[in-house]
Every structure is written in C-alpha cells, then in structure tokens.
C-alpha cells in the first residue's frame, strides 16, 4: 500500500508538472514536482488511516490499607477525651504523612466495614471478621504494601481474627488503642436466658458477674421484672481477679413480653458503670407446640434432637404405632429414616395425606426408601447409587441464604462441625427449594444440600439429607464449652417450619432485639396478585413506645423492587410498630414490635486487649506501635524498601490523521506551492 501511495503521487505530480510543455523555469519546475508530490502522498497514504504504535507508561503506588476501629469501647475509659479531642488530629497528620509514598485507602469497622468513614467510636459491636475476610479478597490482584490496624483488641462478636489470617498475603502493622491500666470494675459478663419461654410461667436466669481490683468488697446484684424487684443476692469478692455465676428463678411470670434487668453495685472509685447493668426481654408463651419424631429405629440423632428442643416444644418419639393416623394431632413432623420397612412408615404417609398444611422434616439415611419418599412429596428428588453405601459430606453454610438469620459467629462453627453420612446419588430440587447447608465432599463443595427449605403445596418442608447429628452437638460442646450453636440451627430450623405463613403480601422485617445507639433498619416488600415484588405505593410505618406511648412516622425509601428505611435509633424499651400500604386491591398492613436493649455491649469488657493485636501483627509479619509513636510507624513504612511501586507498560495505537503536525505540514506545503507558482507569473 506504501508503494501504491507513492505511484499515485508520482502520476500526479507527473501530470501537472513534466507532461505538458513547461510554464515555469527547470529548478522552479523540479521544486514544484517535490511539493505536490509530497503532498499528494501524505494524502492518499492518511486515507489509508494508517495508526502509529506508542507506548505508555503507567506507575502505581503500593496501597497502604488503613483499617480502624470504630467500637465505642475505646473511648468508655479515663482516657477517652485523648481519643475525643487530641487522637483525630493525630489520625489525620498520620494518613498525611502517608499519601506521597502510598495509596492510601481507610476504612472503619464495628459490626460492618465502611470506606472512608471517619471514626467517631460510635459503633455497638466489634467484628474483626469483615477486615480479615474482604480486605484480602477485595485487594488480592492489587498492590497491597500492609494494613495498619488501628483497634484496642476487643471483639464482642465473630471469631477470634488469629484464626482469620490465612488468606492475608500482606503484614499486619497494628496500632494498639485503648487502657490496659487496672482498675476497679465490676460487670455483668455473660447473661444465659431463653428470649421465648413455652409450656411455663417459671424460667431460669443465670448472669456471670466479673470483678477485677474489688478484693474484700461486699457485693449485691438485684433481679427486677418490669420494674419491680424480685431478688437480691450477695457476694464477697475473694481475689482481684473474680468471677461468679449467679442463678435466678422467674416464678408465675405470666403470658406476654416481660422487661427484665439485672444490675450490682459499684465498687469504690469504678469508673465505668456501663457494664454493671443489662436489660434484657423474654416473651412467656405458656402452650407449648407439639413435635412428633417418627423413627424407624432408635438412633442418636433423636436424643440431640430433644435436648435441643425439649425446653420450648412437647416433644414426643414413636418407633411404632398402633391405630389411626387421625389420633394424631402434632404441630410438625419429624421423619427420621423414614419411609422404610417399618409399621411406622405407613401412618407417617398417612398422617401427611390427611393433613396437607403440616410442616414435615425428613432426616434421610441408608435405609430410607427413596422412591416412596419421592412419591410422598414434589419438593425434591433424591436417587439413589447403584452401587449402596453412604459418604462423609461436610457442611458448609450457604452465604446467600434468607430464609432466617445466623450471626458470623454461628456460621464459623457450623462450618466446623463434622460429616454427615449421606446417601451416594442424584439430588434434584424445586425451584422453591432454599439451602441453607452444602455439601462439602473431599474438599470439594457441591451443589447439593445437607439442609434444605421447601415448600410443597401448602406445607412447609425441610430436608436434612443425612445421619448424624449428634456428632454436631458433640463437637459444639467440646470446642466451644456449650450447645450453642447446634441448638439455635435446630432450633431455629424447626421454628421456621412451624410458624404458619400468613400469606400477607406486606412483610417486614427488623431486628427483634437491638443494642442501644444502634440505627434501627426496617427492610420490606411487597407481593401482588402474580406473587411478583412491586413498591410502586408508597409504605408508610408506624413506631409506638409502649411504655410512654411516643409515636414516630416514617416512609420507606423504594430501593430496587424492595422497600428499605433507617429510622435511626431509638431510646431503650419495646416498641410496636404498624406498616400500611394503599394497594388497587386496597390497604394492607403488617404488625410487629422490636426491643431497644440498654446496657452498652462495648462496655462488657473495658480492658485493652493488646496481645491479641500483638499475635495478629507477629503471624502476618508486621509490628506493634502505640498512638505515642504513630508518626514513627509512619517512617518506618515510608523508608522501608520491602514496598515498590508497579509500573505498568502498554502498547498504545493511535491513527495519524488524528496528529496537528501532519495537517500543518501539508498546508505549509500548498502555501509554499501556490506562492512559488504566483512569484513565477502563474497563478
């Protein structure tokens, strides 16, 4: 094509200046030949659009990750206008310090992670989880240099972030917040009550009291229900560092929701007393919901199943029956390896024939008759391998699952728990099917569920596909001292199931028991007639303090197909809200109530826990500094050559006719033509 360019020049150049009899002298004659010709190539060749290659050069700085911890326990100490006044100046001259060597990149966290929020020590809870589980996954492909982690060490909710650093390819640099000074405090640690009581008006509290420099005090702690005084109970502290459980019995407390608080005495020159009360709520229901387990033989599964349900449901076992399927009048169904060759399988069947609505949990095992199962229900299907036997599948918690809510905490632990043993085979699902666990089989996570949701028809179903659930219950109290954790995934599995769905196209959802200072987040939607979500009329809702009456109103904000409103935070106290939407169809309303606790979470443990931060920072690599020395960290970071910008070189195409030198040439080379031919009597 550069050839061909050159021929049209050539001709043209030719034409005008060397075939026809010549106007101008020889030399003028030659110079004008050299102009038109060059200009005629630099034309034809510029409608060819030909590109220059280039390339460019691009240097980016190392990312310094600044993570800082926003939990009002920091500044629920003597020291706390140092942290108030003096400490964001310093904070700030720290990132300035900074910004010329690194990309520096701030976030905050308390119970979420924030980018770029200025701390103000106004969060409730501390989770370390978001830091070390986002940051390194968000940052992975990029050019992390460290994470300097500003935090007093104290944790409230989650695990232990030791044992989250093994996806942190990057040093941890911490800087250690807070007093670690003793003093005199006394606080109420750890309170174990159950928030619904069925079946009685009696209930246990058991309340853990911590007592540090109060050797030789006399203590009382005090017991109230709705503001009267049921109990006091004494104590002497023994040692500087003590620790007492204390129980109490609530006696004939009565249907309905009851405010309960226990709070103690103070110590001697104690200068937080956040912690030496807490507010709590339970509801008492006093008929219990009854719960059948129909078994095709004695098993463990079945005792781990009571323990975990015994205290809030009737819970009744049969391997085997004799009369009607009619007699039996249970809120839910258990079924343990059933259908299998058992006379119990058969009113099983039957029992779920005559009553279409009755929740129903199926446990599968090695001898549970699939196909029969399979023709009991259209929720989902199970196949079995030809060759029979069962495998280990670990669980592995479905982070996309809504159906109800598991903290980070309880999701650790579930994640840990041990095989099932389940049946080789196919597995298909229902679209209406939610799974709350995966399989997890040699290291490998499949697509099929340990536990699943359904619906089929009007029941409500869940499928645990399975044995061996008392070894989950094992494994809880051997690791974490309690049955925690596997009684709230029973527990809540089970409740659930058997809460009727009131087909209310308007739902919403809030926290049922939220800390003071804490914003209060309503989320909603709403279903048409087509079971499609729609927030074209606008949702009002109203909050009502039950004690003093106080009314708020808001309007949710349309976000997406959903509905969505912060209503901020309230005092402490019960509230009942009312949400109302105007439909074509006409109004509908949907009720509930959430609960204000006060008594600050932060404020349970005051001391700084700087060896926490220290491990953090020795197992990633990174050092631990002190707010003092903050700007000799900043030096530190500033001089170190372990961080080295990345330059980045790419190869850069751009067309010639976009270059200004080109066009300027070209008319400079037409001027110098047309002026030669008119000094030479042309025109």
Not at 207 to 229: P, S
Not at 277 to 298: C, G, H, N, T, W
Request: with cysteine; aromatic share 10%.
């Amino acid at each position: 094509m550069f050839g061909l360019c050159l021929l049209v020049a050539l001709i043209y150049a030719a034409l005008l200046y060397s075939v026809r009899k010549p106007v101008f002298s020889r030399n003028a004659n030659i110079i004008l030949f050299a102009l038109r010709f060059i200009v005629v190539f630099l034309l034809a060749g510029l409608l060819l659009n030909p590109y220059a290659k280039g390339t460019d050069k691009r240097t980016e700085k190392p990312i310094l990750l600044l993570a800082h911890d926003n939990s009002a326990s920091i500044i629920i100490n003597p020291d706390s206008a140092f942290y108030k006044r003096q400490y964001p100046e310093a904070y700030n001259q720290f990132i300035n310090a900074l910004s010329s060597r690194f990309q520096v990149e701030t976030y905050s966290f308390g119970s979420r992670l924030s980018l770029n929020a200025q701390p103000d020590f106004s969060e409730q809870t501390t989770d370390f989880g978001p830091v070390f589980k986002s940051l390194p996954s968000r940052y992975q492909r990029n050019n992390v240099a460290a994470m300097v982690l500003f935090s007093d060490g104290i944790y409230n909710t989650g695990i232990n972030p030791v044992f989250l650093l093994s996806e942190t390819f990057f040093p941890v640099y911490a800087v250690a917040l807070g007093d670690t000074s003793l003093r005199p405090d006394l606080s109420i640690f750890d309170l174990r009550y159950n928030k619904v009581v069925t079946g009685r008006t009696d209930f246990p509290v058991e309340a853990t009291i911590h007592v540090q420099m109060g050797k030789d005090q006399n203590v009382e702690a005090r017991l109230f229900m709705n503001n009267k005084l049921l109990e006091r109970r004494s104590f002497r502290v023994t040692s500087d560092r003590f620790s007492i459980p204390l129980n109490f019995l609530i006696r004939d407390a009565g249907p309905g929701t009851h405010k309960l608080r226990i709070e103690t005495d103070t110590l001697p020159a104690e200068s937080v007393v956040l912690n030496n009360f807490r507010d709590f709520y339970v509801e008492v229901v006093v008929e219990k919901q009854k719960l059948l387990i129909m078994a095709a033989s004695p098993h463990p599964d079945l005792g781990a199943l009571v323990s975990a349900l015994e205290t809030n449901y009737e819970v009744e076992i049969m391997y085997d029956r004799v009369g009607k399927a009619e007699e039996l009048s249970p809120d839910l169904l258990v079924l343990h390896q059933l259908p299998s060759a058992t006379n119990i399988s058969s009113v099983a069947s039957e029992l779920i024939k005559i009553k279409p609505d009755l929740p129903v949990l199926v446990i599968t095992g090695v001898i549970t008759n699939l196909s029969i199962l399979n023709d009991m229900q259209t929720a989902f299907r199970m196949g079995a391998a030809q060759q029979a036997g069962s495998i280990e599948a670990y669980p592995t918690v479905n982070e996309n699952f809504n159906l109800f809510s598991l903290n980070s905490d309880m999701v650790a632990r579930i994640n840990q728990f041990p095989p099932l043993m389940v049946r080789a085979g196919g597995f298909q699902q229902s679209v209406s099917a939610t799974n709350l666990i995966l399989q997890r089989i040699r290291g490998v996570l499949m697509p099929h569920p340990l536990i699943t949701f359904a619906s089929d028809g009007e029941r409500k179903i869940a499928l645990i596909s399975g044995t061996g659930i008392w070894r989950w219950r094992q494994y809880d109290f051997l690791n974490n001292n309690s049955h925690e954790a596997f009684n709230t995934l029973v527990s809540k599995t089970i409740n659930y199931l058997i809460v009727r769905d009131e087909r209310n196209p308007l739902r919403i959802q809030v926290s049922s028991e939220i800390p003071v200072n804490t914003d209060v987040r309503f989320e909603a939607e709403l279903i048409n007639k087509s079971l499609e979500r729609i927030n074209d009329p606008e949702l009002e809702i109203e909050v009502v303090q039950t004690e003093t009456g106080l009314l708020y109103t808001f309007v949710f904000n349309r976000i997406g197909d959903v509905y969505q409103l912060n209503a901020g935070r309230f005092e402490e106290g019960l509230y009942k809200y009312t949400g109302v939407a105007k439909m074509a169809e006409g109004t509908v309303t949907a009720e509930g109530s959430f609960r204000i606790a006060a008594g600050s979470i932060e404020a349970r443990s005051v001391f700084a826990d700087h060896g926490l931060l220290g491990q953090v920072a020795q197992a990633t690599g990174g050092k631990l500094f002190f707010p003092e020395n903050m700007m000799q960290l900043a030096e530190e970071l500033n001089n170190s050559e372990k961080f080295k910008s990345v330059v980045h070189f790419s190869d850069r195409f751009e067309p010639l006719i976009k270059w200004p030198f080109i066009l300027i040439l070209i008319v400079l080379l037409l001027s110098a033509e047309w002026l030669l031919r008119k000094g030479s009597g042309s025109y």
